[in-house]
């Protein structure tokens, strides 16, 4: 090859290399983002209708960001979620994240566990690689529907080198949430979620990515959580308390077998005495008892006005209900030692 071919090759080379697109998968599990309605001007619809080819084909504009390729992990709307799906869509992300050529992984989800898949991830996915989930408050069919600009977005939060190590992340209504901290806090509004206790960590106004913070708890691979040999995760219960309250729900989820419960306690996180009780025996009977609070933000403090060291009980800290079912699931795949959880709990 004469020079000036040698030349003209390398050009062509580096030019091609400029402008490859990055690689992204997206995983579909259902939800209003591809949900499908009768009227543009009436909430009824169902949730997870669309399939990801016509999900995409909805946003031609990601085409030209990156390589996308898409995948149905189920159909669903997300109050059917369960272990069974987190496990497969959690092996599936690591798979295609140890894969060279795929630079960041979008699961579009329904909004109404979106917070706990994300944060199941965020505990188990083994790369620094992005992982963004992405919803719709609004159906596809809807006047108005956020499920387009949310998915454009998510896949300017993907491929943004920024994104790196972030842990996973929720892009809703123009705001980049933490898994461990974003929650849905509005069943209806298009800003529907939060993170009471920290804030967003950055935003994504038409594609343009900032950041501003990030979590400051282990994530990814930081976290000691390996689900790769495993099948079936714990059963753990979450109970509600209220004035009045009984033993009759802790007695239940005991017989159904529950390994863990997170009791949604009053205040910070206190149950009833009749209730307190029951979950007294419960921890004295080997069951993991968790206090989260239903309060919504802040704490649920070890030591305030319940003695756990010597109910035998756990404090979730800052972690919702939903939340703190999550890891502790997670946990009991280790220990169900109690001082070993609650270091799990003051970690995570
Ligand atoms: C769902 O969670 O699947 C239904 C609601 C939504 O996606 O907003």
């Not at 960590?201 to 990814?220: A, D, L, M």
Request: aromatic fraction near 4%; charged fraction near 20%.
């Amino acid at each position: 090859m004469n020079a000036w071919k040698k030349t003209a090759v390398l050009a062509l080379m580096s030019a091609s290399v400029l402008m490859a697109k990055p690689q992204v998968t997206i995983l579909a599990t259902g939800g209003t983002i591809a949900g499908s309605g009768e009227s543009s001007v009436k909430s009824s619809y169902s949730a997870g209708a669309v399939t990801v080819d016509k999900l995409l084909a909805a946003v031609p504009a990601i085409n030209d960001l990156a390589t996308i390729k898409g995948e149905q992990i189920s159909s669903i709307g997300s109050q059917e979620m369960t272990g069974k799906v987190w496990l497969k869509l959690a092996k599936r992300v690591n798979e295609l994240l140890a894969q060279k050529e795929t630079e960041a992984v979008i699961i579009t989800h329904g909004t109404d566990t979106m917070e706990e898949t994300a944060f199941f991830l965020n505990l188990t996915v083994k790369s620094q690689k992005p992982v963004v989930l992405v919803g719709a408050m609004r159906s596809g069919s809807s006047m108005s529907a956020d499920g387009p600009m949310n998915l454009y977005n998510a896949v300017n939060v993907a491929i943004n080198k920024a994104s790196t190590n972030k842990g996973v992340v929720i892009v809703m209504n123009d705001e980049i949430h933490a898994a461990r901290e974003a929650t849905k806090l509005n069943t209806t509004a298009v800003n529907a979620f939060a993170s009471p206790n920290t804030g967003k960590i950055g935003t994504v106004y038409y594609g343009k990515v900032e950041y501003f913070t990030q979590s400051v708890r282990p994530h990814t691979l930081a976290s000691e959580f390996d689900i790769s040999k495993i099948e079936e995760l714990p059963r753990v219960d979450i109970l509600y308390a209220h004035p009045d309250d009984t033993d009759v729900l802790v007695n239940a989820a005991l017989q159904a077998g529950a390994k863990g419960i997170i009791h949604a306690g009053m205040g910070n996180g206190n149950p009833f005495p009749l209730t307190q009780n029951a979950l007294e025996k419960a921890a004295k009977s080997g069951v993991v008892v968790a206090r989260s609070s239903r309060v919504g933000s802040g704490s649920t403090t070890q030591e305030a006005e319940v003695d756990d060291k010597k109910l035998g009980f756990v404090a979730t800290e800052s972690l919702n209900p939903q939340k703190a079912r999550v890891l502790l699931m997670l946990a009991l795949t280790k220990t169900s030692d109690r001082e070993a959880i609650q270091k799990i709990f003051s970690t995570y």
